[in-house]
């Protein structure tokens, strides 16, 4: 398979919690994104990188949120300190060069309790 | 402030009948306008795009129909079936740049 890959498809954690996501994008892919959509909304820009650069960063990235991209292959995003407002789909895309083709994974649905 | 809005929010299509899904976008730098489709569970899938320099592009039963003047495109999905049932969402991006801004979606449903 020569999509994206997230893991895990799905994590409930309690609030106050650290939980880390790690995707996995098509490998000739240099850009990698972040992504949150909560129900019934489109997805909403959070980070992205450029090889190993984190580039670009959203206000919705508060500072419990980090983001890695190590070596320019996969990357973990790392929630700290749940709160039940994190409860959403996170969700990683990568594309070769600019924006313009993007391929989405299916995504981590994180539910805060 | 919500640059990409999207009508309607639901739309219900008997099987074979078209559906039309709208968009309209407020900033002028925008050049590129994918068009997302989302089963539950799953991530947003590309269906089609299109960019500002034609009006219209169609690929097998699906048609983006582009109205630069008025900073509005509509996906027009003919035919539709009940296998075509999903949330679509209209996305556009800047010139060059990497940061998709989508509208809030729309919900289809078709019957058989």
């Known amino acids: 398979d020569t999509g994206v890959s997230q893991d895990p498809r799905h994590k409930i954690t309690k609030r106050g919690q650290n939980v880390t996501f790690r995707c996995d994008p098509i490998?000739?892919?240099?850009?990698l994104y972040w992504y949150r959509q909560t129900l019934g909304q489109g997805p909403e820009f959070l980070t992205y990188?450029?090889?190993?650069?984190?580039?670009?960063k959203s206000r919705l990235l508060s500072d419990r949120f980090s983001a890695e991209r190590p070596k320019g292959s996969f990357s973990t995003l790392e929630i700290q300190r749940t709160e039940q407002g994190d409860s959403a789909m996170y969700l990683c895309?990568?594309?070769?060069?600019?924006?313009?083709?993007?391929?989405f994974g299916s995504g981590t649905r994180l539910t805060v309790v | 402030q919500q640059q990409v809005k999207q009508s309607p929010q639901s739309l219900i299509v008997q099987k074979g009948g078209i559906s039309i899904i709208n968009c309209a976008y407020e900033n002028t730098a925008f050049d590129y306008f994918p068009w997302y489709q989302q089963f539950p569970g799953k991530g947003p899938a590309l269906l089609i795009a299109i960019r500002p320099d034609v009006s219209e592009k169609k690929e097998g039963r699906f048609t983006i129909s582009f109205n630069k003047s008025a900073k509005q495109f509509s996906l027009h999905i003919m035919d539709s079936q009940p296998g075509d049932s999903a949330t679509y969402f209209c996305a556009a991006l800047r010139n060059a740049g990497n940061m998709l801004t989508f509208g809030g979606g729309t919900r289809l449903m078709v019957k058989p």
């Open positions: 895309a990568s594309s070769q060069g600019a924006g313009y083709g993007y391929t």
């Open positions: 490998s000739e892919h240099n850009r």
């Open positions: 990188f450029q090889n190993e650069a984190q580039l670009e």
